[in-house]
């Protein structure tokens, strides 16, 4: 090789090199460009999107998981004002949302309306027993009675019927409903629920603005919610929780509204997770997000009663009496995040972080929501009252200051029943 191919050699180099990173520089924008505008389009909420497309599917298996507290020492609690001793046993797991959304209407200022109808099905498979399995637990009716009626009528209303502090059900009467001989009615912590709808809901299709697809501008015909006797915590705020706007930011706190909790609450960015083999944000409920008015300031329109809330300073617990007409108390499982006093009015109660709080794994390109699980503990408030007849009487002291958790809750989706972990 003479001195000139050398030469030439290094300059031929040289202006090759400076070709390629000069065509880098110029594609990679375009390429980030091109993809930009591509997850733009198919994150669009309309006939033929990638987004539309899932929305619509019932292909993606739901599933709601039930952990039921038995109460193993009822006749103790009544005769001597035991706390209650809880045994917790579960999963019980039903399949929901296999029903397709209906009543797809496209509206003219960039929202789409829809009516979600709900309903359950059991699977034995992925349950440790049958729907046939009985519990002890609290006595709907009586709780319910007691709080909402004169404690002299409520009475009355117990002794004709022969019912008592706790009941012996089945799980599919504990949940879904079961005829009460003291009301005459029918009860269940989730009834009514199949063969219901929920909505309906008006959305943004993202069509004029990706940051706002998803998100639901209304819900049950009404642009806010009217629970809470405040502008507040009536707000109909972010998406369903399935999906969120592309390209998330990492600080930015991501909202969602639930009918199931009657209020809009938010989460935020945890860490980057691998989700098999896709790389996931992580967003978590914050403990703030059930604390008590007077760590967070924020939430003093979700105590509607002092007296129950000891001035509003019990945090863990939100008040459902004006959503559901009767007296539920939301928590987390095991009252995570909730006050002293709630552990402290029965035995059997074990929050743990890992089992028991809230988070979404969202793709922060697409928005699009991977795995979410909502972990919800249903509490009932029993007592107190000066009007107890005798043989309720040794319960007066324990249900006066304490809720009984009846049911845990946790949803959560997955494409493997294999891996489905709460």
Not at 67 to 92: I, M, T
Not at 140 to 152: E, N, T
Not at 363 to 379: D, H, M, S, W, Y
Not at 381 to 403: E, K, Q, T
Request: proline share 6%.
């Amino acid at each position: 090789m003479t001195c000139c191919d050398l030469k030439c050699g290094l300059i031929t180099g040289t202006v090759l090199g400076a070709l390629i990173a000069l065509l880098g520089v110029i594609l990679i924008p375009v390429g980030n460009m091109f993809i930009e505008n591509t997850v733009h389009t198919e994150t669009v909420l309309e006939n033929g999107t990638l987004a539309f497309d899932t929305w619509t599917s019932v292909d993606t298996p739901m599933y709601r998981q039930f952990w039921l507290f038995d109460v193993q020492n009822p006749d103790e609690v009544l005769s001597q004002g035991a706390k209650p001793v809880l045994v917790q046993k579960g999963p019980y797991t039903y399949r929901t949302r296999f029903i397709p959304k209906t009543n797809i209407t496209f509206n003219d200022n960039f929202t789409l309306s829809f009516v979600l109808p709900v309903g359950a099905i059991f699977e034995p498979s992925m349950s440790v027993g049958t729907e046939e399995d009985i519990f002890t637990s609290l006595n709907l009716a009586v709780a319910g009675v007691y709080s909402l009626l004169d404690h002299r009528l409520a009475n009355l209303l117990i002794q004709r019927s022969n019912s008592t502090l706790f009941q012996s059900r089945t799980v599919k009467e504990l949940l879904w409903g079961y005829k009460d001989p003291m009301l005459g009615s029918t009860l269940g912590v989730f009834y009514p629920y199949n063969d219901t709808i929920d909505g309906p809901y008006t959305v943004f299709t993202g069509k004029d603005d990706i940051n706002k697809v998803a998100t639901i501008e209304r819900w049950a015909g009404e642009p806010s919610l009217s629970y809470w006797n405040d502008p507040y915590c009536n707000k109909i705020n972010g998406t369903d929780g399935s999906s969120f706007h592309p390209f998330l930011n990492k600080k930015e706190t991501l909202f969602f509204f639930s009918s199931d909790i009657c209020r809009s609450i938010s989460a935020e960015y945890e860490g980057t997770v691998d989700l098999k083999g896709i790389d996931v944000y992580r967003y978590m409920l914050p403990p703030e997000a059930l604390a008590s008015p007077v760590e967070n300031p924020d939430n003093q329109c979700y105590c509607t009663d002092p007296v129950i809330t000891r001035n509003c300073t019990t945090a863990g617990l939100l008040d459902l009496t004006a959503c559901r007409g009767t007296p539920v108390f939301l928590s987390l499982p095991h009252f995570l995040y909730g006050s002293n006093d709630l552990h402290q009015g029965v035995i059997g109660l074990n929050p743990n972080f890992d089992e028991h709080s809230i988070f979404l794994d969202v793709e922060p390109i697409t928005g699009f929501t991977l795995r979410f699980a909502k972990r919800l503990q249903v509490n009932m408030l029993y007592g107190p009252s000066d009007n107890f007849v005798s043989y309720l009487l040794g319960g007066l002291v324990l249900f006066a200051s304490c809720l009984i958790g009846l049911i845990v809750v946790c949803t959560k989706r997955s494409n493997n029943k294999k891996n489905l972990h709460c």
